[in-house]
């Protein structure tokens, strides 16, 4: 069975742009979470779908915001890009909210 | 709030030698706990779980026992190999899934 995959696998973006990361879980699963990684914070939560649905949301602005579709798949995206932005954005999946999560290899951003 | 505690890297061993890696953890109620281990350039695997007190989680000869006396989820290999340098999250959920909470990381240098 596929992992999680997520695209693109590296991005450069420019100060004030916007950005959309995609993620596809493993065949199967409904839920989907997304993390951003930097060498400062670490790993930090930043939303939760499943059905389509925001389950939970991180301590983060609202030029952060993403949504799942229907048939699973989400996508993240940053409005207003800022210098710390730049990140490593990964994205789990799992069967459901209750069950462990897999995480796909990544998008590396970095703002310019 | 929740919160992982893990101990500052960077670790490094001999081919052979004996690993730990502890762990703390502050949590309400009774949350699974996981590690998570993280090559370079990619993203994180889920190397072993525990989901409730007295459990031992064991994968690739990796074990961790979930204690909820001392609150701990210390990871123990008896013999490493220089395949096993990576960076290792020890992370806590509600339920395998809900936010994950993660530590800050360990980096373990196996050298030959």
């Known amino acids: 069975k596929a992992g999680v995959t997520q695209t693109p696998r590296y991005l450069i973006k420019t100060r004030g742009q916007q950005v959309t990361l995609s993620c596809s879980p493993i065949s199967g699963h409904r839920s989907v979470s997304w993390y951003q990684q930097t060498p400062g914070q670490g790993l930090q939560f930043l939303f939760e779908?499943?059905?389509?649905?925001?389950?939970n949301k991180g301590n983060f602005p609202g030029r952060f915001s993403g949504r799942q579709f229907s048939n699973s798949r989400s996508e993240m995206n940053v409005s207003t890009l800022e210098l710390g932005d730049s990140a490593l954005y990964l994205c789990?999946?799992?069967?459901?909210?209750?069950?462990?999560?897999?995480f796909g290899p990544g998008t590396r951003l970095l703002v310019l | 709030g929740n919160s992982v505690t893990q101990m500052e890297g960077p670790v490094t061993l001999s081919e052979e030698a004996f690993l730990t890696i502890n762990c703390t953890y502050t949590?309400?109620?009774?949350?699974?706990l996981f590690w998570y281990v993280q090559y370079p350039g990619e993203g994180l695997q889920l190397l072993l779980k525990?989901?409730?007190?007295?459990d031992k989680g064991s994968n690739k000869g990796f074990e961790a026992t979930y204690r909820k006396e001392t609150t701990s989820f210390h990871l123990e290999k008896g013999s490493v190999q220089v395949s096993d340098s990576a960076v290792y999250f020890c992370a806590l959920g509600r339920g395998g899934s809900e936010k994950l909470v993660f530590g800050k990381g360990t980096k373990l240098t196996v050298n030959p």
């Open positions: 789990a999946s799992s069967l459901g909210p209750q069950e462990t999560q897999y």
């Open positions: 949590a309400t109620g009774y949350p699974s």
């Open positions: 779908y499943f059905s389509e649905t925001q389950r």
């Open positions: 525990a989901t409730k007190a007295d």
